[in-house]
């Protein structure tokens, strides 16, 4: 099982609507999740926009190209998109920022 950690920037004067938006996560969006095997998914926000995700996956690599593919997953990040810095002309999930694992206790 891979543990994932990557890292994004919400653009402060979205935080509250952002916060908003994922109160209400499309159910079909939330069953791509599992579908393409991300499980124990959570997402942590800062106040000054930094945004921190975690998800388990048995290959991440694999479950990325899955969800990549699915055409809700697309109109998602289409309407994610805005709320984030630094993309680049990337959408949000191919804009992630990977932490490498240095320490798990078990």
Not at 1 to 12: A, D, E, S, T, Y
Not at 26 to 43: C, T, V
Not at 86 to 105: A, C, K, M, N, Y
């Amino acid at each position: 099982m891979q543990r994932i950690c990557f890292l994004l920037k919400v653009k402060q004067h979205l935080l509250q609507e952002y916060r908003e938006t994922h109160r209400n996560v499309w159910p079909d969006m939330q069953e791509a999740l599992r579908a393409a095997g991300w499980s124990n998914y959570s997402l942590f926000l800062r106040e000054d926009g930094l945004l921190v995700g975690y998800l388990e996956t048995d290959d991440f690599d694999n479950a990325r190209e899955k969800l990549a593919a699915s055409e809700v997953n697309l109109r998602w990040q289409t309407e994610m998109a805005p709320y984030f810095e630094q993309l680049e002309g990337q959408r949000p999930d191919e804009g992630l920022t990977i932490l490498p694992s240095v320490f798990h206790l078990a």
